[in-house]
């Protein structure tokens, strides 16, 4: 085991973390391209708020786990600072993508863009201590709550009541952000969260006969 993490280790410190490093930044308009060849050329321009918000969570982690490195801190505010300009409409939904100068591409339809920029703007004021950084990683987590019933609320396109089904990466990812923001939002709201989930998987996405975790069941 020991080999392996030695391996996993230097192949993230020494391979991947420095390549991200130096072609993923967009020093002109803010924020990462995430659309790169295996040589670090951009080949599509366009920024996916997903990845965005990976991208902070990453170097944020990283500032935060293993080392104060300043470079990391400065990667993950250049994403995060285009994040705020640009990421939201007025209602404070994230945009699914954006162009590489932060102009709104495709409507915020799916609910993992606000999963993902909550993660990273939590992570981000673990080491910031500013206070926005925090308002926006809550204020984004109470919203995801508000839609989880209907996630895509106005985009989705399944008509009403014809197949109504629950999917399973909701629970999933609530699980892992909950624990994530357990420093803004406080362990008993993360034990209220965790009882749901644990409910929704076992009782509710678990397939006895055949012991398995459905990905989508009925409403």
């Not at 391996?7 to 391979?15: A, R, W």
Request: hydrophobic letters at 35%; proline letters at 4%.
């Amino acid at each position: 085991m020991k080999a392996y993490s030695s391996l996993y280790k230097n192949e993230l410190l020494q391979g991947i973390i420095p390549f991200w490093q130096k072609h993923s930044p967009d020093y002109d308009h803010g924020g990462y391209f995430t659309c790169l060849d295996q040589y670090g050329n951009v080949f599509d321009r366009d920024k996916f708020i997903w990845l965005q918000g990976r991208q902070v969570w990453t170097f944020s982690m990283l500032y935060d786990k293993l080392e104060p490195n300043e470079s990391w801190k400065e990667m993950a505010l250049l994403g995060a600072d285009f994040l705020e300009k640009y990421g939201r409409d007025r209602s404070g939904n994230w945009y699914f993508s954006l162009t590489s100068n932060g102009e709104p591409l495709v409507q915020p339809y799916n609910i993992f863009s606000d999963c993902f920029a909550a993660m990273g703007f939590a992570a981000l004021y673990k080491i910031t201590g500013e206070q926005k950084h925090g308002d926006i990683a809550l204020s984004t987590f109470e919203n995801i709550l508000k839609k989880q019933d209907n996630s895509k609320g106005i985009y989705n396109k399944a008509y009403p009541g014809t197949r109504p089904l629950r999917n399973f990466s909701l629970p999933m990812i609530l699980c892992n952000l909950s624990l994530e923001m357990e420093h803004i939002l406080g362990s008993e709201q993360v034990e209220r969260l965790a009882r749901q989930v644990i409910h929704d998987v076992m009782e509710v996405f678990y397939h006895k006969e055949s012991g398995l975790i459905l990905e989508n069941v009925g409403s």
